[in-house]
């Protein structure tokens, strides 16, 4: 099992920059992959970044170019830099582990962009 806790949501103008963590309660190494997903309103749950535990990332097209995942093994802690937000980045953000097969989930953080 592992316990994840998010920060870093809020409100920004368009084009401002967040950065979100999640710290996970064990060994990140010891996770086959973490990631951040996203929920916009009326709209489905979505990749947006992961990290596998050899460092392998996927970023979603929509965000590819603007925002980064990365990780600090010694915090036990993966990131997500948001730069160039959008209004249509607005969503509660969710980092998510998954422990093969298990998938666990953070309590979500909310990211607003405003036009």
């Known amino acids: 099992q592992v316990q994840l806790v998010e920060s870093g949501g809020g409100l920004v103008q368009a084009g401002g920059s967040l950065r979100l963590s999640c710290a996970a309660s064990?060994?990140?190494?010891?996770?086959?992959?973490m990631g951040w997903y996203r929920q916009g309103p009326g709209k489905q749950r979505e990749l947006v970044a992961s990290i596998t535990s050899g460092g392998t990332t996927i970023t979603a097209d929509s965000v590819k170019g603007r925002f980064t995942i990365s990780r600090d093994v010694a915090k036990n802690t993966v990131y997500l830099q948001m730069n160039s937000l959008r209004p249509e980045d607005t969503a509660i953000y969710y980092c998510?582990?998954?422990?093969?097969?298990?998938?666990?989930w953070g309590q979500g953080t909310q990211v607003t962009v405003s036009s």
């Open positions: 998510n582990a998954r422990i093969w097969p298990v998938d666990y």
């Open positions: 064990r060994n990140i190494f010891s996770i086959n992959a």
